[in-house]
């Protein structure tokens, strides 16, 4: 009996250990331009809310290219899924991008 309660403690002890699943953080400042975009999510990455977006030329800002975009907002990362095309707003400023305002196309 003392050896389950010793062994029950020391998982409890382990379990209380192990890192907490943490929210990305996002603290891009405010927005000074916004782009709309088109593109294909290629893949993505839930443990930083990244999506690696193939897009089209996005006037004003850059040609077609394969790249990272941050998606802050929760809602919106969760429309996303591998393999569909999206449109989606580019905000940025002086050091950061992110997307918002996320539709999926049919």
């Not at 088109?38 to 930083?48: A, D």
């Not at 809602?75 to 918002?100: C, F, P, Q, S």
Request: glycine content about 4%; some cysteine; hydrophobic content about 45%.
């Amino acid at each position: 009996m003392t050896r389950r309660i010793l062994a029950a403690a020391a998982l409890l002890g382990l379990l209380a250990c192990a890192p907490a699943r943490r929210e990305p953080a996002f603290d891009f400042g405010e927005a000074k331009e916004k782009h709309p975009m088109r593109g294909e999510v290629l893949r993505l990455r839930p443990e930083n809310r990244v999506a690696v977006i193939k897009h089209e030329d996005i006037d004003g800002w850059m040609k077609a290219m394969t790249m990272d975009f941050p998606v802050p907002d929760a809602a919106e990362y969760a429309k996303l899924k591998e393999g569909m095309t999206i449109r989606a707003t580019v905000l940025r400023n002086d050091l950061h991008y992110w997307l918002v305002d996320i539709q999926p196309e049919p």
